[in-house]
């Protein structure tokens, strides 16, 4: 079902951070599933780790409801943001309940528990039991996506960010939430080589770009969405 080629390089070994440790490359075999878009593309891989490598059927074959919503991008593009603002909007603008639950509970990170080493929970057995209609977080590109999102095709909102500005926000992220202390130019170089966790960023969205014109999808830019919503501040 999928390759995994792990990432051993010296740039590589050095971006490595203790959140998550060593990466590997993982590739679906099988990709006929999957919508062509405008342009057929090959499934793009995706840069994670030994770990999610034991999850990642489960996240294959995980059950997914139409009356689901998906929050999709490359990390620091507008996730949080987007999550919050779409759960309120489904949820009738309930503000009361937004502050007291956290956001994780409400929209929660599907692969988080399958990278994130010594994780003690299980975010994905969290997606599997949440009231439905489900919002769920997901930094997996398109060929890694529970298959069942292609027949039952829920509603799929996908933020994109100027790369420039995300990498270096991802490096900031990288810093203070995975523990890395290397270098910022390493960091960049890895980004640039495909090295980093949830790589590489220019196909992750390229991906979804090409099949923005389901009818299921919504694909928004951050930029656009400070540029509408700064009237509001």
């Known amino acids: ?8 390089s010296p740039l590589a070994k050095a971006v ?10 993982v590739h679906l075999n099988d990709g006929s599933y999957l919508p062509t878009g405008e342009k057929p593309r090959k499934p793009t891989h995706c840069v994670l780790t030994p770990k999610f490598v034991t999850q990642a059927e489960r996240i294959h074959h995980l059950t997914v ?5 998906w929050i ?11 999550q919050e603002m779409v759960w309120l909007i ?11 639950v956290n956001l994780l509970d409400r929209s929660v990170f599907l692969e988080f528990s399958a990278f994130v080493l010594n994780y003690p929970g299980d975010t994905i057995e969290q997606v599997e039991k949440a009231t439905r209609p489900r919002h769920i977080q997901c930094h997996l590109p398109i060929a890694l996506l ?14 994109a960010r100027n790369p420039k500005d995300a990498s270096v926000s991802f490096f900031h992220h990288y810093r203070h939430l995975h523990g890395y202390r290397g270098t910022m130019p390493d960091f960049l170089d890895a980004l640039l080589t495909d090295q980093i966790l949830f790589g590489p960023q220019i196909p992750h969205t390229l991906d979804y770009w090409n099949v923005r014109r389901e009818m299921n999808i919504l694909f928004l830019h951050f930029e656009e969405m400070k540029t509408v919503t700064s009237g509001f501040q």
């Not at 490595?16 to 490359?25: K, L, Q, R």
């Open 146 to 159: 529970p298959k069942q999102i292609w027949t039952v095709r829920p509603k799929l909102i996908y933020c």
């Open 16 to 25: 490595e951070a203790p959140m998550h440790g060593s990466t590997v490359e």
């Open 1 to 8: 079902m999928f390759t995994v080629k792990p990432l051993e």
């Open 72 to 82: 999709l991008s490359f990390p620091k593009c507008g996730t949080t943001w987007t």
């Open 90 to 100: 489904s949820h009738d603008l309930d503000y009361r309940t937004a502050s007291e």
């Open 65 to 69: 409801y139409e009356d689901d919503v």
